[in-house]
């Protein structure tokens, strides 16, 4: 129960996970988890009450009285819920105790009940933990028991409702004692053709049989304990097992001897440089497997050291290592080899940012700085000129390489100085700045299929956007897939709905008679970002508003033009029409036969030609006349042509 601030929101969670939400006085009913609203009820106070409470709500719980404006309370709590114990039984793995057996386990069962404190007791004597004992859960275990431990064991569970002791008498039984290899030629390794000779026996009672087994299969003579192995191959190698079992007892033991023949590591050695303390340098070469072991070296960091498998060198890191290349040699008795390794420090990368949504609602903006290095390089963060710590309001991940920010206002990225990142290893460093961006596409496209039916809208963002979602827009004729949902071909209707790692949409059932438009419009949980250009498909795919733009600016521009073209037509037929009013006279056959004769013969009269008469002027009237007029003598009759 709470006392402040009035009617505030009150929290009750179980585990770190949300079981009743309400808010006092509130007339709405409370928030109740699925499955919990038979046992769980909120009063009015804000108080939780438990009824018949089932075992699985053992657990912590958690109260918080939250008020818009004066902050939170909490408090915690855990419930343990108890059941009656009743029905153990007491049982043991395996059924009898073996002397010499790794552990002897005693475990009891019950058929309902919570056990809050457990007593064990053998002969009387409480048992605790040690070398010899471990009690772990509902069980007893006994380490390597012996003789000595055969006798009555007890266990007495007990919880604040009732306490049940319960008792079982154990056997300890023996035999066979631990196999005896005899190894009746001894060699550190065998070669292949070699031809090898084992002997197994073991005491016990019964006598126990003895057989040696290989890869699972026995390759001996049953009871007989005699391994013989002529012409011996490589396939033959490995770990041989002499086992011995008591039919009794039905205890078994093992002994193992290892055949070794000589046979070359797998694939090839490979090496590896590591960072450490992000001060030095460790070069590390490998080559598993192989009989025996290959020896490993350095030469150009060290003559004398070597290993066997596995070898490393440390060394401090200076420029001389960057892009530097060292050999590692492999040397086995089967085969000599050698791998290489490249240190170098960080180069140039470019951050990479995701958005999501956590399950409170809040935008979770991850930053990812990687640059390419040898050994990997190690990030560090800040804000502006101060240091980004791992703590509540940033996370840095183990491997330092992404950054957690979250908040529930997008302006709270936005309005942030600039993020950096530093990726730095013992050979040098590289660093990234990083301006987070509102929710924007950077490019998109429109891809139908051939029948029109369908298209693929793809889209990019920028690199540092922050994007939780996008709506895929349509205007258009409804689609059928909208159960007949009222649309407007004038206004952009969302039709489908993406997460932020989306790059594409799908949208079917299209008319390819009609004309749709889509459009995609980012988004930042509520914040919405400028939408993408406007892709149309459809037979009447129309003007965009530029073309219509430029279309209205251009009639008045052709309107003048064609004016003017019509007055230069007008003005060219006017001249024209004006000179053909002035009276033009046809010439004679004679004086043409004339102007063709002065054209073909040499010039007479001191090279004066004589004019054929003016005609134009013999029709002047007397008073436009200057001289006399001359006596007109007409030319003989010649059959005239009028131009016109």
Request: glycine share 8%; proline share 7%.
């Amino acid at each position: 129960m709470a006392s402040g601030a009035s009617d505030p929101v009150v929290t009750w969670s179980k585990d770190d996970q949300p079981v009743v939400t309400w808010t006092i006085n509130s007339s709405s009913p409370a928030d109740i988890a699925n499955g919990s609203s038979n046992v769980l009820r909120i009063e009015n106070n804000g108080s939780l009450t438990f009824k018949d409470v089932p075992k699985r709500f053992t657990g912590i719980y958690k109260v918080e009285f939250t008020k818009s404006g004066l902050g939170k309370v909490l408090a915690t709590f855990t419930l343990n819920i108890f059941e009656r114990i009743q029905n153990v039984t007491l049982s043991t793995q395996p059924a009898f105790a073996q002397e010499g057996a790794e552990r002897f386990t005693l475990q009891y069962s019950m058929l309902q009940g919570v056990v809050e404190q457990q007593t064990w007791r053998f002969n009387g004597k409480e048992l605790q933990n040690g070398t010899r004992y471990l009690i772990q859960g509902s069980s007893l275990v006994i380490f390597g028991p012996k003789r000595t431990d055969e006798g009555t064991y007890s266990v007495l569970l007990e919880n604040p409702f009732s306490s049940v002791t319960t008792h079982i008498n154990v056997t300890v039984l023996y035999g066979p004692d631990e196999p005896i290899v005899e190894p009746l030629s001894v060699q550190p390794f065998y070669k292949a053709g070699d031809s090898l000779l084992f002997l197994c026996r073991a005491e016990g009672f019964p006598q126990p049989t003895i057989e040696w087994v290989f890869g699972g299969r026995t390759v001996s003579d049953f009871h007989q304990g005699v391994l013989n192995l002529t012409n011996v191959q490589t396939n033959q190698g490995g770990v041989y097992t002499c086992s011995v079992f008591n039919e009794l007892t039905e205890k078994k033991l093992e002994k193992n001897i290892t055949l070794n023949i000589y046979e070359k590591p797998l694939g090839n050695p490979l090496c590896s440089v590591t960072s450490v303390n992000n001060a030095d340098l460790q070069y590390q070469c490998r080559w598993a497997g192989g009989t025996p072991q290959a020896r490993l070296s350095f030469p150009a960091l060290s003559n004398t050291s070597s290993g066997a498998g596995t070898f490393s060198l440390t060394v401090t890191a200076s420029n001389n290592f960057d892009e530097k290349t060292l050999i590692c040699l492999a040397s086995h008795p089967l085969e000599q080899n050698t791998c290489n390794v490249t240190a170098s420090g960080p180069i140039h990368f470019i951050p990479i940012v995701k958005t999501t949504i956590d399950p409170d609602g809040k935008t979770v903006v991850t930053i990812h700085c990687v640059s390419e290095a040898s050994p990997q390089a190690v990030v560090s963060w800040s804000r502006g000129d101060e240091a980004v710590l791992d703590g509540l309001a940033y996370q840095i991940s183990s491997d330092t390489t992404q950054l957690k920010i979250r908040s529930y206002n997008i302006s709270t990225f936005l309005l942030t100085p600039n993020f950096t990142c530093t990726c730095r290893n013992p050979l040098g460093s590289q660093q990234k700045q990083v301006q987070l961006l509102g929710p924007s596409i950077s490019d998109s496209s429109l891809f139908p299929n051939q029948d029109g039916t369908i298209i693929t809208l793809t889209w990019e963002v920028p690199p540092t956007s922050i994007v939780t979602g996008f709506d895929i827009q349509m205007k258009g004729p409804n689609l059928p897939s909208n159960n007949g949902a009222k649309g407007s071909s004038n206004k952009y209707n969302i039709i489908q709905q993406k997460p932020g790692s989306a790059r594409s949409a799908d949208v079917f059932s299209l008319d390819p008679d009609l004309t749709y438009r889509f459009r995609i419009i980012p988004k930042a949980r509520l914040y919405d970002g400028e939408p993408s250009e406007v892709h149309t498909v459809g037979p009447g795919e129309g003007l965009s508003g530029p073309a219509i733009a430029g279309i209205a600016a251009g009639i008045p521009c052709s309107i003048l033009v064609l004016i003017l073209l019509i007055g230069l037509i007008f003005l060219i037929f006017h001249i024209r029409k004006k000179r053909s009013y002035q009276t033009r006279y046809p010439v004679s056959r004679a004086v043409e036969k004339v102007k063709n004769m002065q054209h073909n013969t040499a010039p007479h009269n001191n090279g004066v030609l004589r004019s054929p008469p003016d005609y134009n002027r013999l029709h002047q009237t007397p008073s436009e006349r200057s001289v006399t007029l001359p006596t007109f003598v007409p030319p003989p009759p010649v059959r005239v042509a009028t131009t016109v």
